[in-house]
């Protein structure tokens, strides 16, 4: 496990830098064993206190002619197109992903939802996804839904850009569970007040937090 960047000789390759004073060379951090140690113990504890999120981040319902279809959001940091777009629903479900062993809660993620706009790709909302932990060493995802509504100044009033008929596009969601402390799911239910929404695109990214208490 330790060939490569982080294996030992190549520590001492980059720490220990040759130098040459009054014609006799000699290597900087052996002057400074503390330094050293301290370099060393910074670099071995990032590398090992970054815990990988699971495989499947969650899973995505929806109903298509009264059969439930299920498709899995994985680990995979991007933006990648649904297998099912233009297929508007009046409500889809986030089912909880895999949880993960551990001693440490592994970083966030968050997950951006798209609809097409014509040619355009529009964002509906940001789902939160965090690890909690449910019993000692076992992480479980859960989940917050954030909206952005944008605004823009007309006839001298605020207005909200996002506009289905006439009405704002606000996305309302549903738990049949209580949230945690902070808010977050197990699972929920969600959609647009104003009718049908379809999910034609979704873009996974890591968040800096990886700290989360108890549920």
Not at 40 to 54: N, R
Not at 91 to 101: C, D, F, L
Request: aromatic residues 14%; glycine residues 6%; positive net charge.
């Amino acid at each position: 496990m330790w060939d490569g960047i982080l294996s030992p000789p190549s520590l001492l390759k980059c720490f220990f830098v040759p130098t040459r004073c009054g014609g006799t060379k000699y290597k900087i951090l052996t002057q400074r064993p503390s330094l050293y140690a301290a370099l060393l113990f910074l670099v071995f504890t990032a590398y090992f206190s970054s815990v990988e999120a699971a495989e499947v981040l969650l899973v995505l319902e929806h109903v298509e002619q009264g059969k439930r279809i299920s498709t899995e959001i994985k680990n995979e940091i991007g933006t990648f197109p649904s297998p099912y777009q233009n297929k508007s629903q009046i409500s889809w479900t986030i089912k909880q992903g895999e949880a993960v062993r551990a001693k440490s809660a592994p970083l966030a993620r968050q997950i951006d939802f798209y609809r097409l706009n014509g040619r355009e790709y529009e964002l509906l909302c940001t789902v939160e996804l965090k690890y909690f932990e449910d019993k000692k060493n076992l992480w479980s995802p859960r989940y917050r839904i954030n909206q952005e509504m944008f605004f823009a100044k007309e006839g001298g009033k605020w207005r909200p850009l996002n506009i289905v008929e006439g009405i704002p596009s606000l996305i309302q969601y549903s738990s049949n569970q209580f949230p945690n402390i902070e808010g977050y799911h197990s699972t929920l239910d969600f959609g647009l007040i104003t009718g049908p929404i379809a999910i034609d695109a979704w873009k996974v990214a890591v968040t800096t937090s990886p700290f989360s208490p108890s549920p």
